[in-house]
C-alpha cells in the first residue's frame, strides 16, 4: 500500500529558513499536500501541489516536488515562533473517496 | 464560517458502551472521512463517504460503524468501545476537487477506559 514517510522533529531558530522532507511510494499521487497542526487544534490546510508540477510558492511557503525520486519538501521563509506545530505531509491519488494517506508528522521547534 | 462541527471535543467512557460522535458540514461538500490519529502512526483513515448512502471502508474500520443519511452529517459509531480506540478522531470534508484538500474539524479525544 502507500506509505509516506517524514523525520519526527527539526529545530530551528527564529529568522531562519526551514525544510521539511516527505518522501513517498505512491507513484499515481495526484496530489500532494502540507497540513499544519497546531496543539489542541485540528489539520490546517497549508499549501498543496500538484503532481504535474515541480515547485509551488505561496508567499512564505515553498513546496518542491521531485516525483523521480517520490520526494516533497516545504521550506519556510524566515520561520516564526508562531510557525512552531506538527506539518503532516499527505499524499491522495484523487477520486474513488479522495483517502488522504499521511505522514506520521514532523515537529518543528521555532527558537529565539 | 465555512467549517466541519465535531461533538463533543472530549470523552470519556467505558469499554462496551455504545457511543457516536457526531460531525456536520456546512460546505455542501460531497466527500466526508473520518481519520484516527495515534502517537506516530499519522492520521490513518477509518471510514469515508462519496455522496448520501454511499459509504466504504477506509485502512482501520474495524469496530467502527458511520452512516450518511443526509449529506452535512456524518457521525462516527462505537457500537462497543474498547481501549484500543483510544484515540484523537478527526472529521473532514471536501468537495470533489483535489485542489481543496479536505478540511478537518477540530477534534475529538476519546478515552475508553
Known amino acids: 500500500g502507500e506509505d509516506v514517510e517524514q523525520s519526527l522533529f527539526l529545530s530551528v531558530r527564529e529568522g531562519d529558513s526551514s525544510v521539511i522532507n516527505c518522501t513517498y511510494t505512491?507513484?499515481?499521487?495526484?496530489?500532494l499536500y502540507w497540513y499544519k497542526q497546531e496543539p489542541g487544534a485540528g489539520l490546517q490546510l497549508l499549501t498543496y501541489i500538484f503532481s504535474n508540477m515541480d515547485m509551488k510558492q505561496d508567499q512564505r511557503l515553498t513546496v518542491l516536488l521531485n516525483k523521480k525520486d517520490k520526494h516533497l519538501s516545504l521550506r519556510i521563509a524566515d520561520t516564526q515562533t508562531g510557525d512552531s506545530a506538527i506539518y503532516f505531509c499527505?499524499?491522495?491519488?484523487w477520486g474513488g473517496g479522495n483517502k488522504l494517506t499521511f505522514g506520521t508528522g514532523t515537529q518543528l521547534k521555532v527558537e529565539l | 464560517e465555512a467549517q466541519v462541527t465535531q461533538n463533543p471535543r472530549y470523552l470519556i467512557t467505558v469499554t462496551g458502551k455504545k457511543l457516536t460522535v457526531t460531525c456536520s458540514q456546512n460546505?455542501?461538500?460531497?466527500?466526508m472521512s473520518w481519520y484516527r490519529q495515534d502517537p506516530g502512526l499519522g492520521l490513518r483513515q477509518i471510514y469515508y463517504s462519496m455522496n448520501v448512502e454511499v459509504t466504504d471502508k477506509g485502512d482501520v474500520p474495524e469496530g467502527y460503524k458511520v452512516s450518511r443519511k443526509e449529506k452535512r452529517n456524518f457521525p462516527l459509531i462505537l457500537e462497543s468501545p474498547s481501549p484500543n480506540q483510544t484515540s484523537l478522531y478527526f472529521c473532514?470534508?471536501?468537495?470533489?476537487?483535489?485542489?481543496?484538500?479536505?478540511?478537518f474539524g477540530s477534534g475529538t479525544r476519546l478515552t475508553v477506559v
Open positions: 505512491d507513484s499515481s499521487s495526484t496530489y
Open positions: 473532514a470534508s471536501s468537495p470533489p476537487s483535489g485542489r481543496y484538500g479536505y478540511t
Open positions: 460546505m455542501n461538500h460531497e466527500y
Open positions: 499527505a499524499e491522495s491519488e
